[in-house]
């Protein structure tokens, strides 16, 4: 018999976020298991109400990178790489969602820098 993790989890942790609608952890990763639904609106609404939440630095710049791939698969990359700048501490993945969404929007040279910064962590 198989189970289905994710649309398990989605059920299990909407239920959770119902009932604790303060836990911005909790809506943050509710917003990524939409996102793997592909329910890439959903997410996008469920980790905005995380970012309005979350008060951690370390939490918020996870956040914001959720946030900046989320509105990249929607289309609104200008959104994505203002989100991606407001990240205080970047990462491999931030970079490269930054990247990813200057080269949807055709700027190819400033996407060239961001995924040339990236190789300090390879």
């Not at 649309?7 to 239920?15: A, E, N, Q, R, T």
């Not at 793997?36 to 996870?62: A, F, H, I, P, Q």
């Not at 946030?67 to 203002?82: D, Y």
Request: aromatic letters at 10%; hydrophobic letters at 35%; glycine letters at 8%.
């Amino acid at each position: 018999e198989k189970m289905f993790g994710v649309v398990v989890g989605v059920d299990s942790l909407s239920s959770y976020c119902d009932r604790n609608p303060g836990d911005d952890v909790a809506l943050c990763q509710l917003g990524v298991l939409y996102e793997k639904m592909g329910l890439v609106r959903s997410g996008y609404k469920v980790m905005e109400m995380s970012n309005k939440l979350v008060k951690n630095t370390v939490e918020k710049d996870k956040v914001l990178t959720n946030l900046g791939r989320l509105l990249t698969k929607l289309g609104r990359c200008e959104e994505a790489i203002e989100h991606y700048q407001a990240i205080s501490s970047t990462t491999f993945y931030s970079q490269v969602g930054l990247a990813m969404a200057h080269y949807s929007l055709g700027n190819y040279q400033q996407a060239y820098e961001a995924y040339e910064s990236c190789l300090h962590w390879l």
